[in-house]
């Protein structure tokens, strides 16, 4: 197989499929992710959360962001600085300045922000919890920059499913997808459907704290060598 052009003409199908979904639809299944991720990830609302400004039928996180900055969060968009390189997250909230960038997007003009959590659009997802990106392997070389890895929740459309997207050695799985179906838990045997949301808070919160962990037993390993 040519991986290289199957996941080409794979991601011009599932954006086109997307795309073509009516906007009240759309609207209503936002709504809905939008529910679960706020009753799902409540400790979202204490966490640097990276998100995304949406686009061609991408599922919009821009109303979660704003209740989880309400209970505390900083959040921050990715910048592209140099091609080839990981994404730069810069915190933004309304009133930050912004300047258009890659697709027009907008870029803030604020410091860099580390996030422990990553909200990211998959054009599409696979049985195993993996993405397939845009092609730029942006979101690729961000995670393998990122030590330990933040919690990786991809908010994305059933539309947006496939069998496998043919993982790669540099292909990064989800810990979470999130779709208008429910949560689904990236496991050692492949996404599961949680429809318990208190059960989805609680595995979310350890992987988050393990994170946390993981931060601080470098820090401490630094100041050792300091010393």
Not at 49 to 70: I, K
Not at 148 to 161: D, F, G
Not at 170 to 194: K, N, Q, W
Request: glycine share 8%; hydrophobic share 45%.
């Amino acid at each position: 197989m040519d991986l290289k052009r199957w996941r080409k003409a794979q991601r011009a199908e599932l954006i086109e499929k997307r795309k073509a979904i009516a906007a009240h639809t759309l609207r209503r299944w936002d709504h809905r992710i939008t529910d679960l991720l706020l009753v799902g990830f409540p400790m979202l609302g204490r966490a640097n959360v990276g998100f995304y400004w949406p686009m061609e039928g991408e599922v919009d996180p821009r109303v979660a962001a704003h209740r989880f900055r309400a209970r505390g969060s900083r959040t921050a968009l990715p910048v592209v600085v140099t091609r080839g390189a990981p994404l730069e997250f810069r915190e933004w909230m309304p009133g930050i300045a912004t300047v258009p960038g890659v697709f027009g997007l907008p870029v803030p003009q604020s410091p860099a922000l580390v996030p422990d959590v990553l909200l990211i659009p998959p054009v599409g997802f696979d049985a195993e919890g993996f993405r397939l990106g845009y092609g730029g392997g942006y979101f690729d070389r961000t995670l393998a920059s990122l030590s330990p890895q933040p919690l990786k929740i991809a908010l994305a459309r059933e539309a947006s499913r496939v069998a496998t997207i043919h993982p790669q050695p540099h292909d990064v799985p989800m810990d979470f997808v999130i779709t208008e179906a429910g949560v689904h838990e990236v496991t050692e045997s492949g996404l599961r459907l949680e429809e318990d949301l208190g059960v989805v808070a609680e595995r979310a919160r350890l992987r988050l704290d393990a994170r946390r962990s993981n931060i601080h037993a470098c820090e401490g390993l630094i100041g050792e060598d300091a010393t």
